[in-house]
């Protein structure tokens, strides 16, 4: 699994992660170690065992350490960098991929090379929308009519 560096994104996968494990799934998040550091003791016991924290490792930028490799606490005028940053940890991911060889990659809004990285290890991969179903009609919407009809319907 790899989230966007939000806790907003890493919550509902991991909540994803353990609704799998009902159904014998091995996990392998994927995170940033402050990220990872942050969820640890959110993994109990239970399932400790099934559920393996992965440090990806985004790339060194002077105005970007990596106790800002989250959102959590990210200065606003670094929202921009972090995204580029975590674009360009794809290396990175591809190392992660194919050490562990995993059946399959649930990817976020995030990373654009995460399915094309996993296909190229001919490992499935399927995007996870943490968002709810009205902003994603939304923004399909927008994108389909360019603001020309309003939304949901136009008003009577």
């Not at 009609?137 to 319907?153: A, L, W």
Request: hydrophobic residues 40%; proline residues 9%; glycine residues 4%.
């Amino acid at each position: 699994m790899l989230p966007w560096l939000a806790h907003g994104h890493i919550s509902p996968f991991l909540e994803l992660a353990k609704k799998l494990l009902e159904r014998n799934f091995h996990i392998f998040l994927c995170s940033t170690p402050i990220n990872l550091k942050s969820i640890k003791k959110r993994i109990t016991d239970k399932y400790s065992l099934s559920i393996e924290l992965v440090e990806i490792h985004l790339p060194s930028l002077p105005e970007l350490p990596p106790h800002y490799h989250t959102t959590n606490g990210l200065p606003i005028h670094l929202n921009s960098t972090l995204r580029t940053t975590f674009e360009m940890a794809s290396t990175s991911f591809s190392t992660i991929l194919n050490t562990l060889s995993p059946d399959l990659v649930i990817y976020d809004v995030g990373p654009p090379w995460a399915q094309s990285t996993a296909l190229s290890f001919n490992i499935p991969a399927v995007q996870l929308m943490t968002t709810g179903a009205t902003v994603v009609s939304f923004v399909q919407h927008i994108i389909k009519h360019h603001g020309s009809v309003e939304f949901p319907f136009p008003g009577n």
